[in-house]
């Protein structure tokens, strides 16, 4: 059985210097780790337990740790723009995601949203990203097989969701597409009833669109729309103040129920 309290060959690891910024690197047998101008073995840190302190060649210590989920999506290669740690998780407990649900996520981007989901199913839920960009499909595959592993419960399909959607009867349904209003009609039919349609968008232009035309039938109801702002806080010694700098507004998330009414 894997010792999960050991760092393996081919992990993803986060290092942390003395002023607290991260680095993330993965552990290469007999590869080199550079980091602020010095010089770590892999194979010195392979086998070790998480949390170990380490030093590169000029002596300057790192903490060696997994990175958390939270850790994990702002260093996430990317060819567009990630939905903060902090959205995922409104939108995943607002979504009501449970182990082994059915859901659809419309528009892959880097695969952040696509870990949490999976994650928030486990491996007897099923999930199905729709993506119309080959360039993000490629990101994704390559960030879920990374990051997150084998996960044959994923269906990855590149199509236009704007056009269609063929699945049927899902428990909920994810939007992360710069129109989302124009998914609805193919999103009434792919949620069963009583399902819970979720969608981000960065404006107030596009949150109004959305809202608009749900209202404009009767398949969607309970509508909510939110935002989440995050404050850290400096504490150190005599200084326990608000951290100068705050993620404040990066998007709204809408929640809303699919109706029994036919479509």
Not at 31 to 54: C, F, M, N
Not at 243 to 249: K, L, W
Request: net charge positive; hydrophobic share 45%.
């Amino acid at each position: 059985m894997l010792n999960r309290a050991l760092l393996q060959a081919g992990e993803t690891v986060l290092f942390i210097d003395r002023k607290e910024r991260e680095y993330l690197r993965i552990l290469k047998p007999g590869g080199r780790i550079s980091l602020r101008g010095g010089i770590l073995q892999a194979d010195q840190i392979i086998g070790s337990p998480e949390g170990i302190r380490v030093y590169t060649t000029q002596q300057e210590p790192f903490w060696v740790f997994r990175p958390t989920y939270a850790h994990l999506i702002p260093h996430l290669p990317r060819r567009a723009q990630v939905i903060y740690p902090k959205d995922v998780g409104m939108m995943l407990l607002w979504g009501d995601v449970f182990p082994g649900a059915s859901v659809i996520e419309i528009g892959a981007g880097p695969g952040a949203l696509t870990i949490a989901l999976l994650r928030a199913i486990g491996p007897t839920g099923s999930l199905m990203t729709i993506e119309a960009r080959e360039d993000f499909c490629a990101t994704a595959r390559e960030n879920v097989s990374r990051f997150f592993g084998h996960a044959p419960n994923w269906t990855l399909q590149r199509g236009d969701a704007y056009t269609a959607i063929e699945a049927r009867d899902a428990d909920r349904l994810f939007l992360d597409v710069p129109e989302p209003w124009r998914v609805l009609p193919h999103a009434a039919h792919a949620l069963r009833p009583g399902g819970v349609l979720v969608s981000y968008v960065p404006t107030i232009v596009q949150i109004k669109a959305l809202v608009d035309e749900l209202r404009s039938h009767t398949d969607f109801t309970a509508i909510e729309v939110m935002e989440n702002l995050l404050r850290f806080w400096h504490v150190k010694d005599l200084s326990v103040r608000p951290e100068h700098r705050m993620v404040a507004h990066t998007g709204f998330i809408l929640i809303a129920r699919r109706t029994a009414v036919s479509v």
